[in-house]
């Protein structure tokens, strides 16, 4: 049974940091492509960020480039979203995701690309 758990949300005043974690179980790591998305009140899901399988391919949303950072631990089986630069409008629920899925560079935004989801960890970013 595959896992995914997140943490390391919170509430940060605007102009901070915070690093989110996901620890995965129940799978190959390495095999998995990983991808951070999030979801504002009213607002669909959005891609954020992602990490293939060889760690050395990144893909991030235009709105997060040069402020967040996704990394992984294969031997931790464990993807990380360093965030910088908070501002209010990163206040969302943020979701892991992992996919075996192939065409991982012309669907990693989609959200039906991503087979397994965490439950969610809220930011929050005050002005």
């Known amino acids: 049974q595959v896992q995914l758990v997140e943490s390391g949300g919170g509430l940060v005043q605007a102009g901070g940091s915070l690093r989110l974690s996901c620890a995965a179980s129940g799978l190959t790591f390495s095999n998995y492509a990983m991808g951070w998305f999030r979801q504002a009140p009213g607002k669909e899901r959005e891609f954020v960020a992602t990490r293939g399988r060889s760690s050395d391919i990144t893909y991030y949303a235009d709105s997060v480039k040069g402020r967040f950072t996704i990394s992984r631990d294969n031997a931790k089986n464990t993807v990380y979203l360093q965030m910088n630069s908070l501002k209010p409008e990163d206040t969302a629920v943020y979701y892991c995701?992992?996919?075996?899925?192939?065409?991982?560079?012309?669907?990693?935004?989609?959200?039906?690309?991503?087979?397994?989801w965490g439950q969610g960890t809220q930011v929050t970013v005050s002005s």
């Open positions: 995701a992992a996919s075996s899925g192939l065409n991982y560079g012309l669907r990693y935004h989609q959200y039906n690309y991503w087979g397994y």
